[in-house]
């Protein structure tokens, strides 16, 4: 079904519905706010969700972010705080635990 979005979602917002919305990447990955030019083209933070959705700011009430103790990316890109190089054991070990391998190629993930 195809339909006018911001206007479907400010008709359940009035009349009381939750809405939830998931922002699948971290600030990184960001085109405004990320480590330009290794971005998605998408804006994966809270502050996007009026500008992607066309609900009006004033429905989002509440935010909940989810937050790892380390980054990691797949391929090139800057990462400040990369640790492969100074802690190899500690590097394979997080990325065996968190399974951080690329989602489409299966590349081992950058760990910092």
Sequence with gaps: MVTETGSLLAKEAAAGKKIVF???????LCIENGT???VTSSSPTASSIPLASGLNPSYINNVMGIVKAYTTRVGTGAMPTEIEHLEPQVTNHIREKGREYGTVTGRPRRIG
């Design 36 to 38: 330009y030019p290794y």
């Design 22 to 28: 998931e922002g699948a990447q971290g600030v990184m």
